[in-house]
């Protein structure tokens, strides 16, 4: 029986030898089979850490220590009340009588971007760039002075990083923290500057989404990363001058690695910066990678190399996340500042939120030829109407009342 089996198995391996076709459909499906078991090995194994854990109130308690606390606010009156279309304010970037405005002057973060081209430079100076304290261009190449790229002659991707590094800390003096990131990524800074508000920034701390390869750990550029003030200067004390960061690293498209190695060798490391429920903040894939289960193929690095591993799908993303990367175009990322910054799905009840728009200025000095002219307009666009023109009116006072009466309800 067993000399059967033996010669069956035989007899099979040489005719998928002989077939190319089979041989190729059998060896691409124990491929995908081997890949998934390795992925389910991955989720379930002790080496993956996705434990939750609770909640530490540490921005609460820093509130706390300077006399503060948040309180929720109504959007109806802090957005509406008391403005109308001429308001320059009301799509400001920074509001700085809001919670993210006392942030934004209380904690200063430089922004550092290696853009790719002058495109993508207009694109993060126009939209989440504004954000930032101070924005910051470097390229090693070329320089844009209608877009403020600064020209760092640099041989490696380290060198160059080392000496924005150099830039930063001699031309901005009271600055917290510096956030890198490609000028594909999105970056939300009110949300870093609300996770880190309880750090000290003059101590060292290196933020983002930690790997390991070739042994050394270190915060993956993908994802964005940032370091303390304190970091930084005890990294310039070992990198003394723009020459000597040339030293510090060999190859180009490796300077988050060899940043790692050298914070290593100074006592300084990555940390976990996922949220209390293991959700990542800094994440280094698009949304429409990490939202859909299964979008980051699981022969990715992220499932090998990430120390702390986030789930993909719905539960892939802190509410408080801090970076998306892999946005494929500059429109996408005007979408995104739209959603993140503009957009305001309103609740029911508004007195001043849903108060409609007034009507158009009637034209003076018409004759009356014109004036005919623009009621016959009128009219006929009045037609092509499926509700009355002036329903709004008919009705106000009783909207005014009802809208009025859960209002004063809410205060």
């Avoid at 490609?182 to 880190?196: A, H, Q």
Wanted: glycine residues 6%.
């Amino acid at each position: 029986m067993i000399r059967w089996l033996r010669k069956l198995v035989w007899s099979s391996l040489i005719h998928l030898a002989k077939d190319q076709k089979t041989l190729f459909g059998v060896s691409f499906l124990f491929g995908m089979l081997l890949a998934v078991l390795f992925h389910n090995k991955q989720e379930s194994g002790d080496t993956v850490e996705t434990v939750k854990y609770s909640y530490d109130f540490a921005y609460e308690k820093w509130l706390y220590s300077k006399n503060l606390y948040s309180k929720n606010v109504n959007p109806d009156l802090t957005r509406y009340k008391h403005k109308n279309g001429t308001d320059q304010n009301i799509e400001a970037p920074v509001k700085l009588e809001s919670e993210a405005g006392f942030l934004f002057q209380t904690i200063s973060v430089v922004c550092i971007v290696f853009p790719s081209g002058p495109d993508w430079a207009a694109t993060v100076r126009d939209t989440w760039g504004k954000h930032c304290n101070h924005l910051r261009f470097y390229h090693p190449k070329t320089e844009n002075n209608s877009l403020d790229i600064r020209k760092l002659q640099s041989k490696s991707d380290f060198g160059l990083l080392c000496s924005s590094f150099h830039e930063v800390q001699a031309e901005v003096a009271d600055y917290d923290w510096i956030l890198v990131s490609t000028d594909d990524t999105f970056v939300i800074p009110e949300n870093f500057r609300y996770y880190t508000a309880h750090m000290n920034s003059s101590e060292t701390h290196y933020l983002g989404h930690a790997m390991r390869f070739w042994n050394t750990v270190y915060n993956w550029k993908d994802a964005g990363f940032a370091v303390s003030k304190g970091t930084v200067e005890k990294l310039l004390t070992k990198f003394g001058t723009k020459d000597q960061c040339e030293s510090g690293g060999k190859y180009w498209k490796n300077g988050d690695w060899y940043l790692g190695k050298h914070l290593h060798d100074l006592g300084i490391d990555p940390v976990d910066t996922r949220d209390e429920q293991g959700k990542g903040r800094f994440n280094g894939y698009s949304f429409r990678k990490l939202l859909f289960p299964g979008a980051v193929s699981i022969f990715e690095r992220y499932w090998k190399d990430s120390l702390y591993l986030s789930k993909d799908g719905p539960q892939c993303c802190s509410n408080f996340a801090v970076t998306f990367h892999g946005i494929l175009s500059t429109s996408k990322i005007y979408q995104l500042e739209y959603l993140f910054y503009h957009l305001r799905p309103f609740y029911s009840g508004g007195k001043y939120g849903n108060v409609p728009a007034p009507p158009p200025l009637k034209t003076p000095h018409l004759t009356w030829e014109e004036k005919l002219k623009e009621e016959e307009l009128e009219n006929m666009f009045n037609s092509l109407l499926t509700t009355p023109p002036n329903m709004m009116e008919k009705h106000v006072h009783d909207l005014d009342e009802i809208f009025g009466k859960r209002f004063h309800q809410k205060v």
